[in-house]
Structures are given as structure tokens and as C-alpha cells.
């Protein structure tokens, strides 16, 4: 009898494991009525900076904190960003403002052809659009992959972080069945929820994941990428 409760107690292991570890809650704000005239986004200057801690969705884990830190402004924005675990990470380059050229926040970091929106290009509820470029894994510039990307706003909320309160928009971007530089990915999706603060000229929070299938899988079994949401610790 001993012996068969041992059994059952390691065949349950997995499932009490997952049920004592709790997942990230979905951010939660308050719905704000739109502006009659929406906000324009901060400007960039020399010296801005966000800190984010990045913590795992699933376990809600913290992954690292991130400083991200505006070096240069003019013909084209660069953010230098480093991780207290990872140390060095790569630049985000923006050129103009609000339209990024070199995007690190996937894995790999990922170059366009042409600059892709950061935000909704316009503050206001419903708005939506779809953008398609190609892209480089950064370092790799023998080969491009097709990229597709939907933007959609949605509604404008007040949200709380370590940071403080603010008043964002929240608004989602899908790429649907993108290209891969990873050649034994057949299909992929990527999706994340975004609430940009116009105030600081940043998002306050971002929550995104990724799936793929690779040769013989359904969508049913798809492979996870990271599942991570950032939230906002200090900004200046």
C-alpha cells in the first residue's frame, strides 16, 4: 500500500508542481474615455531612460531588469540597453522616432528592410493597420525573411506599475504566420499586448509570446517562444 501511494504521489508530482506555481496576472486598468484630441508622444532626448523588470508569464519568474537608455537623437534614435543578468544587449535604432529599424525585443534581434511602426500610428481607439517588410537576424545579412505585422489600438486605460499610475494606450500587434531564420520552423505567430504611456514617451507595460510548429506538429502542440511581460520600474 505504501508502496503504491509512492507511485501515485510521483505520477501527480508534475501536476501539483504546475498548481503551486502561479502564472503573471493579466494587467488589469481602469477604461478611460478616449481624448477629444489624443496626446502626442514624448520626444526623444539624450539621457531618457526606462528600467523594466522582465519576468516570465508562465511562473512569473523574473527574467532580468533592463535599463534601456537613449544615446543619440537626430537623423536616427538609438537606445542602448543593458540587463543586470545579461549585461550588454543589442541597440534598438529607431529612424524617425516612433518607427524602429533595428528591433531587439525577439529573439533573434531582428533588422527591416524598412522601418516598422512602434506604436499605433494613430492614438485613437479602433484604429488598426498592416505593415510588410523583410527582415535580417542581426549579424546574419547573407538572408532576409518575410514579415508581417498587425497593429491594432484599442482602448485607452489607467494602469498601475512599479513605476507609478499613468494613462496608456493599449493596443495589440500580431505577426501571423511570419518566416523564420530558423529553417526547421514551418509556421509562426507571435503576440503581444502593449501599453504605451505617451507621457514618457514609452510603453509601461508590454506581455507577448510566440508559437511555431515544426515538421509533423499542429497548431494544438505548438512550441512556445518566451511568454514575457515587461513592467515598468523607473523612467526620466
Partial sequence: MRKLTSLVLVALFPFLLTACISSQPYPGGAVLPAPITPPKVRAPKIGQEWVYTVRNVFNQAVVDTVTERVVSVGKEVRIERT??????????????????????????????????????????????????????????????????????????????????????????????????????????????????????????????????????????NAYWEDYLEWDLVSWK
Fill in 83 to 220: 540587463g543586470e543578468k545579461a549585461g550588454r544587449l543589442p541597440d534598438e535604432i529607431q529612424p524617425p522616432w516612433g518607427y524602429v529599424l533595428q528591433d531587439p525585443h525577439w529573439s533573434p534581434p531582428q533588422v527591416f528592410q524598412q522601418a516598422m511602426p512602434l506604436w499605433p500610428e494613430q492614438l485613437v481607439p479602433g484604429w488598426s493597420g498592416f505593415y510588410r517588410t523583410r527582415y535580417q537576424a542581426l549579424g546574419y545579412p547573407d538572408s532576409s525573411y518575410y514579415w508581417g505585422l498587425n497593429v491594432n489600438a484599442i482602448e485607452w486605460e489607467r494602469v498601475s506599475v512599479p513605476a507609478g499610475q499613468f494613462t496608456t494606450l493599449k493596443y495589440q500587434n500580431k505577426a501571423p504566420y511570419f518566416e523564420s531564420n530558423d529553417v526547421f520552423r514551418v509556421a509562426n505567430y507571435r503576440q503581444e499586448d502593449v501599453w504605451l504611456s505617451p507621457e514618457i514617451g514609452r510603453w509601461v507595460i508590454r506581455r507577448g509570446y510566440g508559437r511555431y510548429l515544426t515538421l509533423g506538429v499542429t497548431w494544438a
